[in-house]
């Protein structure tokens, strides 16, 4: 069956890096999202993002191949380094990126301002859960697409579609999920010092260290221990929300163990509610880990848009998802609720 371009979601992949970049586009990705070398994206870690060579250079790769490039902008300019983002603004028009994603009012008034041009996206930094947010950010500075948090069902999402119909509707479709609203969390600035909303990283390289033991390996976060690994523990990047803690006398995953979100399973659902773009969460992985999840994913938006009524995910699909999930578990999250 052919497919019906008003139904098929767009595929949005992560892009940490110009290999990353090409291995998704290679792969079958609509849309990649990418970052700046500093503190103006919300994966502000060494080795990652974009110099300017690199990102002009991606976005030359993806046009080439008619697809779009998203530039991330996603954290809160302060007063001392606002001219930063500014530029980052100025910059993205410049090269031509085809959106950029924001969760800053101020600075989604200036590119509206600036270039009006110059697609804007309120990133999911920007914590917004309800139709009336959306919809006045919409009349006030023109966002075209809004990408949802990871905390509402898809009842909820169904109903902010309904009641947004000038706006576009992203939602995560696979990746590392959040205990918190996505812009809220403030939990790992006390261990760091640093908040992920200002500094674009919530467990910052400066801050973890590994202690090896001759029997453990600790991992500390500004100095705090968030847990106590044995040689054969996979361990994952270390933050405080999936740390393990003792809580009476029992050491545990006290706020959320390493899992990974993954809706493959409900694809049919989330097209049929009018999701617009399924995102891929994963800038810091690798390409290797892009190219394997843009594959499947492609493979299955292109298989639900086909034929919706009979779509159901391969077992070699979930099968693949969940060698690169955390901690090799995959749950719905909040999109399925049973007590709902």
């Not at 760091?192 to 500094?199: I, K, L, V």
């Not at 290797?288 to 077992?315: I, N, Q």
Request: aromatic content about 8%.
């Amino acid at each position: 069956m052919r497919m019906n371009p008003a139904t098929r979601m767009r595929l949005v992949c992560p892009a940490g890096s110009l290999p990353a970049l090409r291995a998704a586009i290679d792969n079958g990705a609509d849309d990649v999202y990418t970052g700046i070398k500093d503190e103006t994206n919300a994966r502000n870690f060494a080795g990652l993002n974009f110099d300017l060579p690199a990102l002009r250079e991606g976005i030359r790769y993806a046009h080439a191949r008619g697809r779009r490039v998203l530039l991330a902008l996603n954290t809160y300019p302060q007063p001392s380094t606002w001219q930063k983002w500014r530029r980052a603004v100025d910059l993205a028009a410049e090269l031509g990126a085809d959106a950029i994603i924001v969760a800053d009012v101020g600075l989604m008034d200036y590119a509206a301002r600036t270039h009006p041009g110059l697609r804007i996206h309120l990133s999911v930094q920007g914590s917004a859960t309800n139709y009336v947010a959306i919809n006045f950010l919409r009349e006030r500075f023109g966002i075209a697409r809004a990408v949802l948090p990871r905390v509402l069902s898809v009842q909820q999402i169904a109903h902010t579609i309904e009641n947004t119909p000038q706006v576009e509707i992203e939602a995560f479709g696979f990746g590392s999920l959040s205990i918190m609203v996505e812009g809220r969390c403030a939990m790992s600035s006390y261990a760091t010092g640093e908040s992920p909303n200002t500094h674009g990283g919530c467990s910052p390289a400066k801050a973890i260290r590994w202690d090896r033991k001759k029997d453990w390996v600790d991992s500390r976060l500004g100095g705090v221990l968030i847990d106590r690994l044995s040689p054969t523990d996979r361990p994952g990047y270390p933050t405080l929300c999936r740390g393990r803690f003792k809580v009476h006398d029992d050491v545990y995953y006290t706020f959320e163990e390493p899992t990974s979100l993954n809706t493959l399973a409900i694809v049919d659902k989330l097209q049929e509610i009018g999701v617009k773009a399924i995102k891929i969460e994963g800038r810091q992985r690798s390409p290797a880990y892009v190219a394997l999840v843009t594959r499947v994913w492609r493979a299955a938006l292109d298989a639900c848009a086909a034929d919706p009524a009979s779509y159901k995910p391969r077992d070699d699909w979930m099968a693949q998802l969940a060698q690169v999930a955390e901690g090799h578990q995959c749950t719905l999250g909040a999109y399925h609720r049973e007590w709902k």
